[in-house]
């Protein structure tokens, strides 16, 4: 797996890359994620894909500008990130605020989407779950105990390593001052 990056609008952006296939997958990480959310992921695909998974601009390793962080924004950086490797068709598997950021994308670029596969899409529900207020009381109150927590009722196991729950807990810590800035929340 290689860590490469991209230049969307003079903004460095992070990815990990996986496979030769011609065939593409772009998999779209959710809020307070980053590439790493997919670790378990990509090498299940890329066997038979060419597999990316960017840091979405404003988090994990991708720069983090003064922006209004709406999903409408996100969708013209996906579609800027998309451009600037030169990706024709594309299977674009988004989770999370990533579903809901691939949706918007989708409607505005259908041509270019082969598939589109959402996990547990945010903006789909008319209500909050316990789980996904666990998640946003994590996300906006990073610690080890209510990462801990979240990622226990997610996992569908009940378990949930340590690692997950410290890189989450570090990545929220340091991308809560500029989301916070942000007319995202």
């Given amino acids: 797996m290689q860590t490469k990056f991209a230049d969307v609008w003079g903004y460095k952006i992070r990815y990990l890359e996986e496979g030769n296939s011609k ?3 772009i998999l779209v990480h959710g809020l307070g994620g980053s590439a790493e959310r997919w670790l378990k992921v990509i090498p299940r695909l890329s066997p038979k894909y060419r597999v990316i998974a960017p840091d979405m601009i404003g988090f994990g390793q991708s720069d983090k500008p003064s ?7 996100f969708a013209k950086y996906l579609s800027g ?9 594309t299977v674009l598997i988004g989770s999370s605020l990533g579903g809901q950021v691939a949706v918007e994308y989708a409607s505005s670029n259908n041509d270019s989407i082969e598939k589109l596969i959402l996990v547990a899409p945010s903006g789909a529900m008319k209500q909050s779950t316990p789980t996904i207020d666990a998640y946003m009381m994590a996300a906006l109150y990073p610690n080890l ?11 569908g196991t009940g378990t949930v390593d340590d690692t997950t729950v410290n890189n989450f807990v570090e990545r929220m810590s340091s991308q809560m001052q500029s989301l916070l800035s942000s007319r995202l929340f």
């Fill in 81 to 89: 990130f998309i451009n600037s490797l030169d990706i024709g068709k």
């Fill in 23 to 25: 065939k593409t997958v």
């Fill in 145 to 155: 105990t209510s990462a801990r927590i979240a990622f226990e009722m997610m996992s």
């Fill in 67 to 73: 922006a209004d962080y709406t999903i409408e924004f």
